[in-house]
């Protein structure tokens, strides 16, 4: 099984910036991709931030500029960080975590967290 211990949400100002982290344990072999979702009331779920096995990093093009994606290959773990928080980035963030398990290696499921309530005041 694979659990999430996610950290960093809360009520920040509007300007300031935010780091979510992100670690996956439990009976892993491997984690490949990480990625970091939003879902706001009414919206569908978007994609905000991946990074590869590789490190090769994929942004929303309402993040570019503002968030930083990064992972800690030991601690199976991957952090967002944001430098000036908008209202609009008022969200649930979810990471997701593609994982091969120990007793089926090669072979690769997405997990998800249970998402950080990020809530931005103007």
């Known amino acids: 099984q694979v659990y999430f211990e996610e950290s960093g949400g809360g009520l920040v100002k509007s300007g300031e910036p935010l780091t979510l982290s992100c670690r996956v344990y439990?009976?892993?072999?491997?984690?490949?991709?990480m990625a970091w979702f939003r879902q706001a009331p009414g919206m569908q779920r978007e994609l905000v931030a991946e990074i590869s096995l590789g490190g090769v990093r994929d942004y929303a093009d309402s993040a570019k500029g503002r968030f930083t994606i990064s992972r800690d290959y030991s601690r199976h773990s991957t952090s967002l960080q944001v430098e000036s928080l908008e209202p609009e980035d008022s969200a649930v963030y979810y990471c997701?975590?593609?994982?091969?398990?120990?007793?089926?290696?090669?072979?690769?499921?997405?997990?998800w967290g249970q998402g950080i309530q990020v809530t931005v005041s103007s």
């Open positions: 997701r975590a593609r994982v091969s398990l120990l007793d089926s290696a090669y072979q690769f499921s997405y997990f």
């Open positions: 439990g009976r892993i072999d491997t984690v490949g991709s």
